[in-house]
């Protein structure tokens, strides 16, 4: 394991007789119960900002390919009355 640092972190009672619970079934001391709870909460933290990232990558490209829809439309019906007015003559 890389280099740690030791911290300070205050805890109800109830939320330490929880983390001696978990170590007690787990066989596992508080560090190693908080330190995986850390790396849990990390892992999901990021995950949400990934998924924010991607959401708003989402709207943002939906207005482009809106836009982009919206010309190709406009430019496809423009032949397709060109064509017919030729089919007419």
Known sequence: MPASRKIVVNVSEKMLAEIDQIGGITSRNRSEVVRDAIRLYLKEQRKRDLYEQMRKGYVEMGDINRRIAEEC?????????????KLAE
Do not use: K, M, P, R
Request: hydrophobic content about 30%; glycine content about 16%.
């Open 73 to 85: 439309f406009y430019g496809d019906h423009e032949a397709l009355q060109s064509g017919l007015e």
